[in-house]
């Protein structure tokens, strides 16, 4: 992911259990950013821990959220499934 340069522009990208492996996964979105179509998204799926809650706060206060979900399987672990505009709010 650090090193990626796709040769298009995308509606949506998608997060799905990867961004917490980062130290910095603010910065990371930032520079993905670039590689959005003007109204694109990001959708960005993680399980629930006290470390992800952390990084779902640093994003409210960033990017402007549009729905959201929380799945909660068999074994009882649940994830938080979040949909945000791909843009950084104005401030």
């Known amino acids: 992911m650090n090193n990626y340069i796709p040769n298009e522009l995308f509606d949506v990208i998608v997060f799905n259990e990867s961004l917490y492996y980062f130290n910095d996964a603010i910065e990371v979105l930032k520079r993905y950013e670039s590689y959005l179509k003007k109204e694109g998204i990001f959708i960005i ?5 006290a470390r992800n809650k952390s990084i779902w706060r640093r994003l409210e206060s960033l990017y402007q959220p549009i729905d959201e979900t929380i799945i909660t399987g068999k074994s009882k672990v649940s994830y938080i499934c979040k949909v945000y505009m791909g843009t950084i709010l104005e401030k």
């Open 45 to 49: 799926l993680m399980v629930v821990t």
